[in-house]
C-alpha cells in the first residue's frame, strides 16, 4: 500500500497508539489500515470410500491435485464457501460436516479450514478451475502431486482418523 484511500495521501508504517504492531497508516487523516489473513475454506468430499480431487487449471500450483477449496468471500458463511468451492471446481453438489482441519499459515497470512463432506452421488465435473476431477482411494492418491502441505497433511490425518476409529478435529501450523 502506498496512498490513504480515503484522503489520496501517502501513507506510512507505524505502530499506532495503543497497539503493538506495524501498520500502513495515513498521517493526515489518521487512517490505519488493518491488514487481516485471509480464510480460505474447503472439504473432504466422500463418495462411499472414495475422496473427490481437483487437478488445478490455475496458478499457483497448476496441474497438482487438491481439495476443494478456495477464498472465502464476504457475506458467506465458512460452511457457505467451501460449498461454493466444492461447486464452482467440481460441479459437485456436497453435505458439510463436521470442521476436520484447521490450518494456520502465518507467513502467508492464511488460515485454512477443510470440512468433511457427503458427496450424496458420484455426481461431478470438471469446474472452470480444474482441468479433471475424480474420486481416489487412499491408495490411489496422487501424494507426489498434491497442491499444497495443507491438502497433504489433511488427507493423510483424514486416512489415519478413518482408519483408527478417531473423529478428532485437526489443528495444523504450518
Request: a negative charge; proline letters at 5%.
Amino acid at each position: 500500500m502506498k496512498y490513504c484511500s480515503h484522503c489520496q495521501s501517502e501513507l506510512i508504517i507505524t505502530i499506532p497508539s495503543g497497539d503493538n504492531r506495524e501498520r500502513y497508516t495515513c498521517s493526515v487523516c489518521g487512517t490505519i489500515f488493518y491488514q487481516n489473513p485471509r480464510i480460505i475454506a474447503g472439504c473432504i468430499p466422500l463418495y462411499k470410500e472414495r475422496v473427490l480431487l481437483c487437478r488445478r487449471a490455475i496458478e499457483p500450483r497448476k496441474g497438482y491435485w487438491t481439495l476443494p477449496a478456495g477464498f472465502m468471500e464476504n457475506g458467506e458463511s465458512t460452511v457457505e464457501a467451501a460449498r461454493r468451492e466444492t461447486w464452482e471446481e467440481a460441479l459437485a453438489k456436497v453435505d458439510i460436516g463436521n470442521l476436520f482441519s484447521i490450518c494456520n499459515i502465518p507467513r502467508l497470512n492464511q488460515v485454512h479450514l477443510y470440512y468433511l463432506a457427503n458427496l450424496p452421488d458420484p455426481e461431478f465435473g470438471v469446474g472452470a478451475e480444474s482441468l479433471e476431477v475424480d474420486l481416489f482411494c487412499e491408495a490411489d492418491v496422487p501424494w507426489q502431486k498434491l497442491s499444497f502441505s495443507t491438502v497433504k497433511q489433511s488427507l493423510q490425518r483424514f486416512f489415519h482418523d478413518r482408519e483408527t476409529g478417531q473423529k478428532l478435529l485437526h489443528h495444523i501450523d504450518l
